[in-house]
């Protein structure tokens, strides 16, 4: 009797001790191996010129799928359109968590054109020159999809307590409106990627550019988490008037009106304006700039100074953009025959308004500063929808707080409104929290590489975003 009690006695300790054992065995991660895997991933995703249009993503979208299935990670092609397509893949929570408490990592595989000519390298060779990984999306935004994916493989392989579903999305047609992407999926399989918070791009790591304190703890300046952006619109610049050769010069040429629009319109500067997010983002950013800079985004709101300090941050063209709603010309069409006065003369402006602002207040506002009745303004439509800004008392804003303290400790974390549009416009709609964060810090200069010839990443800053999003995500799935 006694030994049975004894027997039985080990048999409930040894239950109790296994109760308190994680469900996996956490290793520890390589993570100078897992940046040469990442590199070779996203050099191989660049060699897949999915140039849109036409798009082309779907063998991309396979080709990721070939990963995930090799890891054993459940995933999923879905073609959109004749070879266009996204891939979905989830690493579920142990029990699965409820879609409110899901993380959705998202990126775009489709990429913008390019002059081959203008390029140092084969746009899509993924060549690797001089540290720096070559070819069109490097930035935009291949570079984020697999550093979404090296998040996903890593927190696998780690063996990190999941408490919440992470979902890998790779998505297309973002450069075109996203109609084959985040439209079609949010419209037709919307349970495979509702979440409750995303991570998109849209944010910024901002390093400073000096090698020697970049290396030293403290290299990146700044963290811009993207909450909100301005909406794009298109407006069409109409000039009219009498038509006639051009060896008899007419007062009411149609072009020459046009010309005087544009350049009345390029040189509006509409009123500057805070919202919660631009508020904070300036209040945070002066913590960090030169003195002179730092008293001026103080005085923003200065009923005395507000003006003055507003003019003077609008000298930089980022500031300027986030303080107001901004026009810029953009295509100019007239004339048939040089011999030809042109009856019609047309420019497309592209117009950025601030979140909750009205394009009809604003064509109406413009046309003030036109002043010619020769000339109208019309707004094209737009299928996008103004979409509430993220709020930053969320678990996933603290995970990220935590996450870079431990890897770019000494940054300024700051809300972020991008002055351009991404997906999360969609996911914001349906209640997701959604922010924007490119993860690889990059200086100012680097940055302007977005769509531009020779588009490159550094492969430290690839590297160092990679493992930045990796605790990002380790600490947000690893907590209820």
Known sequence: MLRRIFAFSLVLLGLCVAGRQPARAQSALDWNALGREGTEYLSRL??????????????????LKSILD???????????APARGVVIARLSAEPPSAPDQALLLLAHLDVVGVDRAKWEVDPFGGVTKEGELYGRGALDDKGQVIANLMAMLA???????VKRDIIFFAEGDEESGGDLGMLYTAQKHWEKIRAGYAINEGGRVVARPDPAKRAAAGGVATIGVQNSEKLSYAVEVI????????SMPLVGNPVVHLAAAVARLAAYQAPAELNTTTRRYFEQLAKIEDPETAKWMRLLEDPMRGAEAARRLSENPAWNSMLR???????????????????????????????GKDIGTFVQELEKVVADPQVKLQAQAISQSDAPSSPFD????????????KVFPGA??????????????????KG?????????????????????????????????????????????????
């Open 239 to 246: 000039a009219t008037g009498p038509s006639g050769h051009a």
């Open 412 to 429: 300024v974390i700051t809300p972020y409104m991008s002055t351009w549009g991404t997906d999360s416009v969609e996911l914001r709609l």
């Open 155 to 161: 927190i696998k392989r780690s063996g990190v307590p």
């Open 432 to 480: 997701v929290v959604a922010y924007g964060l490119l993860p690889f810090p990059l200086t100012d200069q680097q940055i302007a590489g977005y769509h531009a010839d020779n588009e490159r990443i550094p492969l430290d800053s690839f590297r160092e975003g990679c493992r930045y999003l990796f605790e990002i995500v380790r600490e947000f799935v690893s907590s209820p």
């Open 325 to 355: 709603n901004t026009v810029s010309p953009t295509i100019l069409r007239a004339g048939l025959r040089v011999n030809v006065i042109p009856s019609e003369a047309r420019a497309t402006l592209n117009i950025r308004l601030l979140p």
């Open 394 to 405: 969320t678990p996933l804003f603290t995970a990220i707080e935590k996450a870079s303290a």
């Open 46 to 63: 660049l060699q897949f010129d999915t140039t849109n249009p036409p798009g082309n993503e779907l063998a991309a979208a396979q080709y």
């Open 70 to 80: 090799r890891e054993g990670i459940p995933a999923e092609v879905i073609e959109t």
